[in-house]
C-alpha cells in the first residue's frame, strides 16, 4: 500500500463506527421501518417522541450514506437498501448485522484492557460458541444472513458442481437456518434435503419450514451433535458451511463419518475461510473475527488444512477454490472418492 494510501485509510477508520453505530441506531428506532414511503423528518421525529433537529442530522447521514433519499425535506429508503433496512422485508439484514455486531465488537472499547496479563475481564465476557444454547438464539440472525445474501452465494456453489444434475439426497451439515435447503428444494424437484443441526436450533428452524410452501415437504430436519449421532446415509452431497470448527474430538474423524455418509458418486463440500500470510489475511476474516480471538475462540482455519484433513479422511480427489462472499473470500474444497463411495 503506497503512504498515501495508508494515510487515506486512516482518515477513513474514523469514519467506520460513526456508520454502524447510525445503521444501529436507525434500527433500534425503528426508523428504517417508518421510511418505506417519504417522510417529513421533524413529524417522524415527533411520532417517535425524538428531537427534532437531532433526528434531522441522524437523517442526513444516512442520506450521505446512500441509504436514503432525501427530496423536498423529506426522507424514504432508497430501492437499494429497502430489502435490507425495512424490517417487512424478507431480506431485512437487522437480526443479522446486530447479532454480528455483538460478537464481533463487544468489548472493542476495551481493546487495551484486553490484552494485559491474566483474565479477560467478566464484563466483557464473550458468547461462548460451542454453547447450544447460543446458537438457538442465533437462527434468526443466521436466517436472516442466509436470506439477505448468504443462501444466494452458497447456492451459486452448489449449483455449479458437476454432480449437480443427478443430485438428489443432500446433508446440509450444521445448517443453520432452513433457507439454503429450501431454495434447494425450490430449485430442483428431484432434492430432498436433510438440515442436521444441534437440537436447540431444530423447533426453531421446524417453525419456519412449517410455514413455507411445498417444497418443505422435501426437507426434513434431524437434531443432533454431528460429532457423536448418526449422519444418515446415501447423500449424493454433503454441504459444510462455516461450522467444521466444532468438530471432535478433530475434523478428520468427523470428515471420516461424512464419506462413510455418502452415496457412491457422492460429494462433500466445505465452504470456510482459508487464513493465509501465517494468519494475517485475507483482512475481513482476521479483523473481524479479532474479538472473538481475543477470547480464546480463535477458531478460523488456515487455508489448506482442511484439504489435508480430507486426504486423511480419505477422499482421494480433492478441489479447492477461492471464493468472494460478503464477509470476506471463502475456500471451496470439493472432495470426492475415486472408488465411487464412501465405504473404507
Ligand atoms: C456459523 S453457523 C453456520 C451456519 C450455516 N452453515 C452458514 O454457513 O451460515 C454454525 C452452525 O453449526 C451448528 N453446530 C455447531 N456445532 C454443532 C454440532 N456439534 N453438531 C451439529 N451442528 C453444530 C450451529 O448450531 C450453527 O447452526
Known amino acids: 500500500m503506497s503512504s498515501s494510501a495508508v ?32 417522510r417529513d423528518g421533524a ?11 437531532r433526528v434531522t442530522l441522524v437523517l442526513d447521514a444516512l442520506c450521505a450514506m ?33 447479532g454480528m455486531a455483538r ?109 413455507a410452501g411445498a417444497a418443505a415437504a422435501r426437507v426434513e430436519t434431524r437434531g443432533g451433535d454431528y460429532n457423536h449421532d448418526a449422519l444418515g446415509e446415501g447423500h449424493d452431497l454433503v454441504w459444510s458451511a462455516m461450522t467444521l470448527y466444532y468438530a471432535a474430538p478433530d ?5 471420516r463419518r461424512v464419506r462413510r455418509s455418502l452415496a457412491p458418486g457422492g460429494v462433500f463440500v466445505s465452504y470456510h475461510e482459508g487464513l493465509e500470510g501465517a494468519r494475517t489475511a485475507p483482512e475481513a476474516h482476521v479483523v473481524g473475527r479479532l474479538l472473538p480471538a481475543l477470547r480464546g475462540q480463535d477458531l478460523s482455519f488456515d487455508r489448506g488444512v482442511l484439504v489435508e484433513a480430507l486426504f486423511a479422511a480419505g477422499f482421494d480427489q480433492v478441489e479447492s477454490r477461492c471464493v468472494p462472499a460478503a464477509f470476506g473470500p471463502m475456500q471451496v ?8 463411495g464412501g465405504r473404507d
Open 7 to 38: 494515510a487515506a485509510m486512516l482518515c477513513d477508520l474514523l469514519q467506520g463506527p460513526i456508520r454502524w453505530q447510525l445503521v444501529a441506531c436507525g434500527f433500534e428506532l425503528g426508523l428504517f421501518a417508518r421510511l418505506e414511503s417519504p
Open 333 to 340: 474444497d470439493i472432495a470426492r472418492c475415486r472408488n465411487g
Open 251 to 255: 475434523v478428520v474423524t468427523l470428515l
Open 103 to 211: 460478537l464481533r465488537h463487544q468489548g472493542l472499547d476495551r481493546l487495551a484492557a484486553l490484552l494485559r496479563a491474566g483474565a479477560a475481564p467478566a464484563d466483557t465476557a464473550m458468547p461462548d460458541l460451542t454453547d447450544p444454547d447460543y446458537w438457538a438464539r442465533g437462527v434468526a440472525g443466521l436466517r436472516a444472513f442466509h436470506r439477505a445474501l448468504g443462501a444466494e452465494e452458497m447456492l451459486a456453489v452448489i449449483t455449479a458442481l458437476p454432480e449437480w444434475p443427478r443430485l438428489r439426497r443432500v446433508l446440509d451439515l450444521g445448517a443453520g437456518s432452513e433457507v439454503l435447503g429450501l431454495a434447494l428444494a425450490e430449485r430442483a424437484e428431484r432434492l430432498r434435503v436433510t438440515l442436521f443441526d444441534l437440537p436447540g436450533n431444530i423447533p426453531h428452524i421446524s417453525a419456519a419450514l412449517a410455514e
Open 66 to 98: 446512500g441509504l436514503l433519499d432525501k427530496a423536498g425535506g423529506r426522507y424514504a429508503l432508497t430501492t437499494a437498501s429497502a430489502p435490507y433496512l425495512h424490517d417487512a422485508s424478507p431480506r431485512c439484514m437487522r437480526a443479522m448485522l446486530l
Open 43 to 53: 413529524a417522524l421525529a415527533t411520532e417517535l417522541g425524538l428531537d427534532p433537529t
